[in-house]
Each structure stands twice: as structure tokens, then as C-alpha cells.
């Protein structure tokens, strides 16, 4: 059999149904489900008198209009409140789990899909939402859908799909301290543009990103999406089975022994090959700050905002205008000297415990800068924040004077009433720097979480290798 | 869903590249549990002021694009969140076709889903018909999905490619869940020689603050 890549393996071992002429029909392993995109699938499922087929491969959380602050109080946001009902309703009408706001598992999504082992190698996994994407670090497929694949995937548990294209990321060499998983993927969307992936499966590899723990590989597979293409995943090493083991939803003794002899063999076979290949010398990588309206407008620390001049393409040219004038940056202004009103360590990208590890260890001892209005902390998910508690950094974070919240996406999106105001500008570690992303007219700079503290400290942006970052992860 | 075969009307320049899935409906509007209403908050940033009065600078309010239900897009359209409420309030605002050089993904299939049909034509041949549009008030296209011919009243046809299985449920408005319910048995087969569980092995989900009522 010729050689199969890790994307491969997973979509034969799930195709249902193939007929000449029409997509794959592809079998779910997992459907994860939010409060946000959900209620008009199971609205549909219901008009049609449909049943979901299998509630015992659906689990739901709420998520996305989450308050962070305290849940008992009423849930004043009529329409959110509405969203809750209409997910817990639903949930109890067929039968799906569901995490809800009051639960100790509860979380952002593609937190809780991983942190509770729901999320499994060789898997194929969905989500209405399309950091789905985050799942692929386990050595799984996972996307993003719609909310009518929503219902199509209760329905039937199955997607109709067309194969996509792969692309080999390979990141080598040794990745230099206060360089980060998050200044990875910045710098291959930097490089391939936010639709450069699309049509494709990324799949990262190289000794770089080996040397990833579990957590930071989530970040990369995260943001897969914001270069355009749905899916990102690595193979399954040590490190995935370690991370696994003992998981709440991960088999236990003989079968996890059984299960990662399985899991070995879904690696790439030698000689696979791809529909494009990207090398990156890790070890030439600086930290990444983003100065414009999308992700791939981003630059090095030590960099300057561009001028739009610069552009060879009058497309490029004509957005990094818009751009800059959107973000209020004139061109030539060096990153370090742009000012921060916001900082928000958070968001399903960054806001596990590794990342609050990180982040706690830059700002210990130290105090948030005065020109810094707020600076939250917020974990994403309430086992990350017993975790935290547990490890003192709760305590780090407020002695610094950030607010340390309840699991949520919170700022990422403002969905509940963590909201950039408009005008002023964040230090970021989600995913998004889109207009009005945070809130309208708000300004997003993404870095990572080491990143984001820093410039919290000396409120405008820092060279994080500049500092003693030994022991910060 | 509704089908697409044919359709002639008013066409909207919309000129900028990589315009992403918040732009077409902001967070504040994803909290609705309908697919109808949302064409009021399409592209709601850049077409209101303070108070929903419309903002006179957006293409999408010049008097001679009121009624338009040809969208002509750049490159990369629809990127970012894979939010449905994005393709629901282009339909409800009026759109039935869209025509850009490129989409992503996500949004790309969430068109199909809804009876809109994206056309996907080269940046050249983009260019030329947004400066037709913008040149000649009143611009009309026609989208034919039967023939996949673009066509105006001057006699410019651009035949375009869409793949033939999605050209054929939009062409019907087939139920796509219906159709994949036909393969019901091959699916229990599946199920069968692939037996997909989630059991868990520990205590999850206590409750760690009581709901208030």
C-alpha cells in the first residue's frame, strides 16, 4: 500500500459511504456543541421530526456568554439567558451531556475537549465553531462546521465531505527561550497569508514542535484556521499518551494500553507525501506582535509598523492602509513603543495552565503598569482555574493587579460583558485581531501569554527574551 | 431549502479584501436562536452610526445600490468564525448570489446550505465587473447555475466552474440531511463494525455553585 499521511489513515479509517461524483460520506467520532450556534440545529432537528442519533458522542458546554464574574447572580442578558435555557432544554430533551455554567468541569470547549480526554487520537471531532481546530494537537481531525452541519451531525452523525489537500508545517530546530508555540503559528500565517492554508489539512511536524508539550501544540492547531485552513493536527507521541493517561473519558489500564499501540501507528508513513511543504528554522523565530486587522499582519518585537508602501501587491497595500488607520499606528513606529489601555490573558488559544504558569512567572513580584486599565486573567476552564488556585497563582495574579475571573471566552469575543471599549487598545493572547472583534472599535494586538504580561507590567510592548524567563514554562 | 437556478438583480460592490465572519453579523447578534431577522445586522459596524442611522460612506447604502441582490466580493470572503448567521443575513438582507474570486472554506459550505449561490470567478475577471458595476448605475447581472454562465445586458457572458454534486442539490434545494438519511443502513453498518463509545471512566460534572431560581 503506498505510503498514507496521519490525515490519511484518520478519513479512510471513517469513510461510511463513497459514490462516484458526490463527497465522502465521513463518520463523527465527536460533536461538541455551544451554546451559541446550537439552538437553531436542534430547532431544525425538531421541526423535521429528527432525534439526535447518538447523545452519547454529543457533549455540550456553555461557553460563550458566560459571565466570568460571579455565576450565581442572575443572568440579566435576556437574549444570553435565552441561549442557556434553549441549550439546557435541548440537552435534556435528547438526552446529550451537557457541562453547564454551574458545573466544575465547565470551560471553553476545545479546553474541556482535551483536558476530559473526550477529545482522543485517530478521532474525527466537530464543532460548530472553527477553533475546532484546536483538537487536530491530539493526533485527531478536527474542524469547525455551521449550524447546519450541526444538524446534519445529530441527525445523522455523519458529515458529507470532500477531502482536503495537506500541507507538511515542519518547525526545526531549537526554539530559543521567551519564543513561544503562539510565535510559531503567527509567523507561518505571517508567511502564507490568512487564506494561504485554504483547501488544505496542515499537519506540523520537525523537532520544534516535538518538543512541544501537548498544551502549546493546542495553540498551534488553534489558530490553524486563521491561515485558512480547517483543520491542523500533529502525530500522537509520548507526550499526547502522557498528557492522556488517566484522563476522565480515556480508557484505563489494558484497553489505554491497546488503545496507544493503536494510536502509534496512525503517524505518517516514511516517504508521504503532501501537497505543499513549509520548512521554518525555529531557532531564528523572535516573538510575535500583530499590528493590523488580521492575523497575518504581524511583525517581530524588534520590528517597526510597516508602511503600507512597502506592499508589493496593491490589495496588501490598499488593506494595510485601512488597517492602520483602524488601529490608529503610523507607519515606522517600533512595536516596543506602541501603548496598551487592556491586557486579556484568555481565550481557548491560551488559557491553559501552562500559559497562566508562564504569564504568573513574568508578572511575579511585579505590578501591572499605572497607564493600564484592566488586565484579566481569565482561565478556561474551571479545572485550569482550581488547578491555578491550587499552585498559588491566583494569588500572583491579583497581588500584580489583575482580575482573576471564572471560566469563559470572555474577552476573546465579548460575548458576555468582558468588552475592549471602543478606541482603546488590548495586548491579547486569543486569536482574532478582526475590527471590533473584542468590542466595536476596539483594538487587538496578539501576542502570547509571556507577552501579554509583560506588556501588562510596563504597559506598552517588550522583548520578552529580554527578561529572565528561565522557569516561565 | 430554497433552490438556485437563475437569477437576475441590482449589483453591490463590496471592495475590500478579507472580510471576515464578524464583520457580516457582530457578536451582539449571535445571541438570537433564529435563522430569519438577521439581514438588519449585516455588516453592522461599517453600515450604521451611533443610533442604526446609516452611515451615507457604506457602498451597501448608496441609493443606487438600495435593492441589490448580486454581492460582488474580494478575495478571501467570509474568513474567520464559521458563524451560519453570516450566509443568513446576506440571504435576509437580499443577497442571492455572491461573486469573488475566493472564500474561505467554512463559509463557502455554509452558503450551499442556504440556497445562495457563491461564484467564483478569476480576480481579473472580478476587477472588470466591479468596474462595471461602479461605472454603469443600475448594473445588472444575471447568475445562471443551470449553465454557469454570468451574464449582463451588454452581452458579457463569464462561464464559471462549481462542483458538480453541490451545483446539482442547489439546482433542486435538496435536503441534505434527508440525503445522507438514505445511506441510513450503510451507516448502522459502520456503526457496527466500528463500535464508538464515550465511557467514562471517573465522576465529572458536580455542580460547584447551585443555580438560583
Not at chain 1, 243 to 272: I, M, T
Not at chain 1, 340 to 356: A, H, K, M, P, Q
Not at chain 1, 447 to 459: D, F, K, L, Y
Not at chain 2, 58 to 75: E, T, W
Request: some cysteine; glycine content about 8%.
Amino acid at each position: 500500500m503506498a505510503p498514507q499521511t496521519l490525515y490519511e489513515k484518520i478519513w479512510n479509517a471513517h469513510v461510511v459511504r463513497e459514490v462516484p461524483g458526490q463527497p465522502s460520506l465521513i463518520y463523527i467520532d465527536r460533536h461538541l456543541i455551544h451554546e451559541g450556534t446550537s439552538p437553531q440545529a436542534f430547532a431544525g432537528l425538531k421541526a423535521a421530526g429528527r432525534k439526535v442519533r447518538r447523545p452519547d458522542l454529543t457533549f455540550a458546554v456553555m461557553d460563550h456568554s458566560v459571565s466570568t464574574k460571579n455565576r450565581l447572580l442572575p443572568v440579566l442578558d435576556a437574549d444570553a439567558r435565552g441561549q442557556f435555557e434553549a441549550l439546557e432544554r435541548n440537552c435534556k430533551e435528547t438526552g446529550v451531556r451537557l457541562f453547564d455554567m454551574h458545573s466544575r468541569n465547565q470551560g471553553i470547549v476545545h479546553i474541556i475537549g482535551p483536558e476530559l480526554g473526550i477529545t482522543q487520537p485517530g478521532q474525527t471531532i466537530v464543532c460548530g465553531d472553527s477553533h475546532t481546530s484546536t483538537h487536530g494537537a491530539v493526533g485527531a481531525l478536527a474542524f469547525g462546521i455551521g449550524t447546519s452541519e450541526i444538524e446534519h451531525v445529530l441527525a445523522t452523525q455523519c458529515l458529507s465531505q470532500a477531502k482536503s489537500k495537506t500541507g507538511l508545517i515542519r518547525f526545526n530546530g531549537k526554539r530559543p527561550k521567551g519564543v513561544t508555540s503562539k510565535d510559531f503559528i503567527l509567523t507561518l500565517i505571517g508567511k502564507i497569508g490568512i487564506a494561504g492554508g485554504t483547501g488544505y489539512v496542515f499537519e506540523y511536524a520537525g523537532d520544534a514542535v516535538r518538543a512541544l508539550s501537548l498544551e502549546a501544540r493546542m495553540t498551534m492547531c488553534n489558530m490553524t484556521i486563521e491561515g485558512g485552513a480547517r483543520a491542523g493536527m500533529m502525530a500522537p507521541d509520548e507526550t499526547t499518551f502522557k498528557y492522556l493517561e488517566g484522563k476522565p473519558f480515556v480508557p484505563r489500564g489494558k484497553e489505554f494500553q491497546e488503545a496507544v499501540e493503536h494510536w502509534k501507528a496512525l503517524a505518517s508513513d516514511p516517504g508521504a507525501t503532501y501537497d505543499f511543504v513549509v520548512d521554518i528554522d525555529a531557532s531564528k523565530l523572535a516573538p510575535q506582535v500583530t499590528w493590523g486587522t488580521n492575523p497575518g499582519m504581524v511583525t517581530d518585537v524588534t520590528s517597526r509598523v510597516p508602511d503600507p508602501n512597502s506592499f508589493s501587491d496593491p490589495v496588501d497595500k490598499k488593506a494595510a492602509e485601512r488597517a492602520l488607520v483602524y488601529m490608529d499606528l503610523k507607519p515606522g513606529t517600533p512595536i516596543t513603543d506602541i501603548l496598551v489601555d487592556r491586557v486579556f490573558i484568555g481565550s481557548c488559544t491560551n488559557s491553559r495552565i501552562e500559559d497562566l504558569r508562564a504569564a504568573a512567572h513574568v508578572i511575579a513580584g511585579k505590578h501591572v503598569a499605572k497607564s493600564v486599565k484592566q488586565a484579566l486573567a481569565v482561565p478556561g476552564s474551571r479545572v485550569v482555574k482550581v488547578q491555578a488556585e491550587k499552585e498559588g497563582l491566583d494569588k500572583i495574579f491579583l497581588d500584580a493587579g489583575f482580575e482573576w475571573r471564572d471560566a469563559g471566552c470572555s474577552m476573546c469575543i465579548g460575548m458576555n460583558d468582558d468588552v475592549l471599549p471602543s478606541g482603546e487598545r488590548s495586548a491579547s493572547t486569543s486569536n482574532r485581531n478582526f475590527e471590533g472583534r473584542q468590542g466595536k472599535g476596539s483594538r487587538t494586538h496578539l501576542v502570547s501569554p509571556m507577552m501579554a504580561a509583560a506588556a501588562a507590567i510596563e504597559g506598552h510592548f517588550v522583548d520578552i527574551r529580554k527578561w529572565d524567563v528561565n522557569g516561565a514554562e | 431549502m430554497q433552490a438556485f437556478v437563475k437569477h437576475t438583480g441590482l449589483v453591490a460592490p463590496m471592495d475590500r479584501v478579507n472580510v471576515d465572519t464578524d464583520q457580516m453579523v457582530p457578536k451582539q447578534f449571535l445571541k438570537l436562536q433564529t435563522r430569519e431577522g438577521f439581514g438588519r445586522t449585516l455588516f453592522y459596524d461599517w453600515r450604521y452610526l451611533p443610533g442604526e442611522a446609516l452611515n451615507p460612506e457604506f457602498p451597501l447604502n448608496f441609493p443606487r445600490y438600495r435593492g441589490a441582490s448580486v454581492l460582488l466580493a474580494r478575495a478571501n470572503f467570509g474568513c474567520g468564525s464559521s458563524r451560519e448567521h453570516a450566509p443568513w443575513a446576506i440571504l435576509d438582507y437580499g443577497f442571492r448570489a455572491i461573486i469573488a474570486p475566493s472564500y474561505a472554506d467554512i463559509f463557502y459550505n455554509n452558503c450551499f446550505k442556504n440556497g445562495i449561490l457563491p461564484v467564483t470567478l478569476s480576480d481579473a475577471q472580478v476587477d472588470d465587473l466591479f468596474k462595471r458595476a461602479e461605472k454603469q448605475e443600475g448594473y445588472r447581472l444575471t447568475v445562471d447555475l443551470q449553465d454557469q454562465v454570468v451574464s449582463d445586458e451588454s452581452g458579457l457572458r463569464i462561464p464559471f466552474e462549481i462542483d458538480p454534486f453541490r451545483r446539482d442539490c442547489l439546482l433542486k434545494g435538496l435536503d441534505d440531511i434527508g440525503l445522507t438519511l438514505e445511506h441510513e443502513p450503510h451507516i448502522s453498518a459502520y456503526e457496527k463494525s466500528n463500535p464508538k463509545s464515550a465511557p467514562m471512566y471517573e465522576a465529572v460534572d458536580v455542580k460547584i455553585a447551585a443555580p438560583q431560581t
